[in-house]
């Protein structure tokens, strides 16, 4: 050993000495045990807390009264409840048991169970008939008591820990608060915490040679129909409530039933509505509209008016018939505008004794913001209406029942790998009534099943499978399909049919009955047949090919589940659904599920269940802050790569007051460096929500906002339209040499690169979340590049800036060696194309 070496460690023999002889002396001045107290807030809002003493007289609290664990049991947020959570700790094993009342009432109790008090198991919920199955057999001593602890009385239980543990529950507790004060972390705080720095100096290494496969699927997208994203938004039909199956149980807005959005103008007539011999007993409403003399109108204004473009035609049909006595005849069929004049106009015969589509064409001759559809009978009468139908001839890819055509070209210019759907908390629903069943959305249009949304309206499913899988084929995306584990929405309020001796109200306690649970893996079974199945051989590859496509959808993945609770409940059942189709199925990527967060109990439970049953790949979902972005970008270097693939499937940078701007993109961005870095484990990935209409929005941030004339992408958009447009196959290693040691400021800096080898273009991605520019020098090596040349594509701004859009431009590259500054708050995609000849 040199003398170097020798004085460094007899240094350190010291100072550990030292810390040591401190710690002994302090923990001499310790009490060996105190009184531990745990409680809820009276009002429930609270989770389990606890609070110390050393006689019982005097009690402080534990980290300023942090909860250690929530309860889970019923909807959303707030009505989330725990009352006086009783603590006891096992005397045979030393684990602690933790009861508790989920409802004021006390009708529903809690159990959750825990080695350390820090890390909790899955909770479950029973009535207090079955309480005492949760109690461990024998338990140290416990005391109800009353206390009072920061200035409040409180209600709770008592029994003595050694003093360790306090030291242990602080010690969790102000790591996750120091963890917390760094994910606070804001662009605005950057005048201080980055004063006086100055413009940087950059050397950015990537060693060609150095390659590794990344998944090819990385940037799709997720839709669920929330914020009116279907009806009234993608789906391109212009009536609302075109079917008369509107209903009180959708949601809470005044007059929401049958005759929603339709009303008679004039005189002389009269509309009711009517179930008797509808046109499919999926569509048991429709109206009657009685004309004692002509002249009165039945109207719809539809989906916030209907914007109609001048010399644009529009295909409208309606099923009608006339009852016996009436003789039926000529409807005129408007479109006004709000002064009456007329936009448009056609007519139709309707005079059959049997329900019959009659259809027409209508040209609009001017442009208009806010239309209505007008149909004038020019005969007394009765008319039977159902299926009343406005669409734009132009729909994307000219499609019948088709997408409105510039939002679903702004999604299609993302280049998303895949498109994820129906959710999201619509494929699980709200009770088990309420999960989303495929096949009520294929077939004819009159025949398919209406579905009470969630979210708070109504779903007519005129976008379904069958809209899904072309609209995928037709961007080149692969379908994924999410349905329901046999559960419904972790935060389900509604009450409904379930299995017996379960809770099925006010949480996913419920689920489908074991006896039912057949025929509901039959249905995803046949779903998988319906996209893949032999369009003759099969009979849901049939009916795919009566709907007009005969080819098979090549179906690669299905998900299974919804960042549920992972309960006994949703373990059975998931691993029925699981086993069934990897046995019929095994070509299939089934994508599993662990929980809503990015740690935590379901997020355990979630990833054990993988391991167990071997799933190919999980749904991770975390909405975070853009520091947690920043201080997190190792999150998936330490993930095992011998174990499941993940699918991103929900994430986003949330602010306060949610704004989707430079800062919350930038974060994103940033992520994504190092998500394309691990694009060995990360298979897919994709921000949520997607779409929201204006006035209709029950989440922000979106990532594309809409109304009926304006599609209006987000900062957010243009990231993710970067990364879709600019994906690779191979992951380039590559440093970063910055003239800078600040760790706040080489974590703001993120580089990937990677190469497509479908075109053989170098890709380099750059992002600097910093206030000031960087020059830096990119060196490409172990490549001679031939005759290169290049493409930028600029997102940059002020923090707050909501309105930035990304500038491509052309970008010279003499060789593998160029220089590229960084302007501050940035994100850069340079395309480098070898011209060889």
Not at 414 to 440: L, S
Not at 588 to 605: L, N, Q, S
Request: net charge negative; glycine share 8%; aromatic share 12%.
């Amino acid at each position: 050993m040199n003398k170097l070496t020798y004085f460094f460690a007899t240094c350190l023999f010291l100072v550990c000495a030292t810390t040591l002889q401190a710690r002994t002396n302090r923990v001499t001045n310790e009490p060996d045990s105190v009184f531990l107290f745990s409680y809820s807030d009276a009002n429930g809002q609270s989770g389990l807390r606890f609070a110390w003493s050393t006689e019982g007289t005097q009690w402080f609290s534990v980290a300023d009264g942090y909860d250690y664990v929530k309860c889970d049991f019923g909807p959303w947020g707030r009505q989330k409840k725990m009352f006086r959570p009783r603590l006891m700790q096992n005397r045979a094993d030393g684990r602690w048991h933790c009861l508790w009342t989920a409802t004021q009432s006390g009708e529903v109790w809690a159990h959750a169970a825990s080695a350390d008090l820090l890390k909790w198991g899955p909770q479950s919920y029973f009535t207090e008939a079955d309480r005492t199955k949760y109690l461990p057999s024998t338990i140290f001593p416990i005391t109800e008591e009353k206390i009072t602890v920061n200035g409040r009385e409180e209600d709770g239980w008592m029994q003595r820990v050694p003093y360790s543990t306090i030291e242990q529950l602080v010690r969790f507790a102000e790591h996750k608060k120091y963890r917390q004060s760094l994910y606070d972390e804001r662009a605005e705080q950057d005048p201080v915490r980055f004063a006086g720095l100055k413009p940087l100096e950059a050397t950015i290494n990537v060693q060609t040679s150095q390659t590794k496969p990344i998944s090819e699927h990385l940037i799709g997208i997720f839709f669920e129909d929330i914020n009116y994203a279907a009806d009234g938004g993608l789906y391109a039909e212009l009536i609302q409530n075109r079917d008369f199956e509107y209903s009180s149980k959708d949601g809470s807005r005044e007059g929401w039933d049958s005759n929603y959005a339709w009303s008679v103008r004039g005189d002389d007539a009269t509309f009711t509505i009517a179930t008797a011999n509808p046109i499919h007993e999926n569509n048991p409403h429709y109206a009657v509209l009685n004309i004692t003399k002509p002249g009165a109108s039945f109207q719809n204004p539809g989906f916030d008016g209907i914007t109609l473009k001048k010399g644009e035609k529009y295909d409208f049909s309606l099923f009608g018939r006339v009852p016996q006595g009436s003789k039926g005849g000529k409807v005129l069929v408007k479109l006004i505008n709000q002064d009456g004049s007329e936009i448009a106009s056609s007519s139709v015969n309707v005079s059959s004794k049997e329900w019959k589509k009659y259809s027409t064409q209508l040209i609009a001759n001017a442009d208009v913001r806010s239309a209505e559809l007008a149909l004038v009978p020019q005969t007394a009468g009765t008319y039977e209406l159902d299926m009343i139908s406005l669409f734009p001839r132009n729909t994307f890819r000219g499609h019948k029942n088709g997408l409105r055509a510039d939002l679903a070209q702004t999604l299609a210019d993302m280049k998303p790998r895949f498109v994820r759907f129906p959710g999201g908390c619509v494929a699980h629903g709200d009770g088990v009534d309420n999960i989303y069943d495929w096949k009520g959305s294929i077939g004819p249009l009159e025949a398919r099943k209406p579905l009470r949304n969630l979210w708070g309206y109504h779903q007519t499913r005129g976008l379904g499978y069958f809209e899904y899988f072309q609209f995928c084929e037709d961007m080149g995306a692969e379908p994924v399909p999410v349905l329901a584990a046999g559960v419904p929405c972790q935060n389900s309020g509604t009450c409904s049919h379930h299995a017996k001796g379960e809770l099925g109200c006010n949480g996913q306690q419920g689920g489908i009955p074991m006896e039912e649970m057949g025929a509901y893996i039959q249905d995803i079974l046949d779903l998988i047949e319906y996209a893949n199945g032999d369009a003759k051989k099969t009979v849901w590859g049939r009916k795919r090919a009566e709907a007009g496509h005969p080819k098979p959808f090549n179906l690669k993945f299905i998900g299974i589940g919804n960042e549920d609770l992972i309960t006994d409940i949703f373990v059975e059942r998931f691993t029925m659904i699981f086993n069934a189709i990897k046995e019929k199925y095994p070509e299939i990527t089934v994508i599993g599920t662990v929980g809503p967060f990015y740690e935590g109990t379901d997020y355990d439970e979630g990833w054990a269940l993988a391991s167990r049953l071997n799933i190919p790949m999980v749904d991770e979902h975390y909405y975070v802050a853009p520091g947690w972005l920043i201080h997190n970008q190792d999150y998936y270097d330490r993930y095992d790569r011998n174990k499941s693939k993940v699918y991103l499937g929900e994430y986003a940078a949330h602010l306060p007051g949610r704004p989707n701007n430079i800062e919350t993109a930038l974060a994103e961005a940033l992520y994504l460096t190092s998500v394309e870095r691990n694009g060995d484990v990360v298979s897919m990935t994709s921000y949520a929500p997607l779409l929201a209409k204006e006035h209709h929005t029950q989440w922000n941030p979106d990532l594309i906002y809409f109304n009926n004339a304006e599609v209006k992408p987000t900062v957010g958009y243009y990231t993710q339209q970067m990364y879709g447009q600019n994906a690779g196959t191979d992951y380039l290693a590559s440093s970063v040499s910055l003239n800078s040691k600040e760790d706040a400021v080489k974590k703001r800096v993120g580089v990937s690169v990677v190469k497509d080898n479908h075109t053989g273009d170098y890709i380099v991605k750059l992002v600097n979340l910093l206030p000031v520019e960087i020059t830096s020098q990119i060196k490409l090596e172990d490549v001679a590049l031939v005759n290169p040349t290049a493409t930028k594509t600029l997102l940059s701004g002020d923090p707050k800036d909501k309105t930035a859009k990304s500038v491509t431009t052309d970008f010279e590259v003499k060789g593998n060696d160029f220089p590229y500054t960084m302007p501050a708050y940035s994100f850069t995609v340079i395309r480098i194309h070898e011209n060889r000849k």
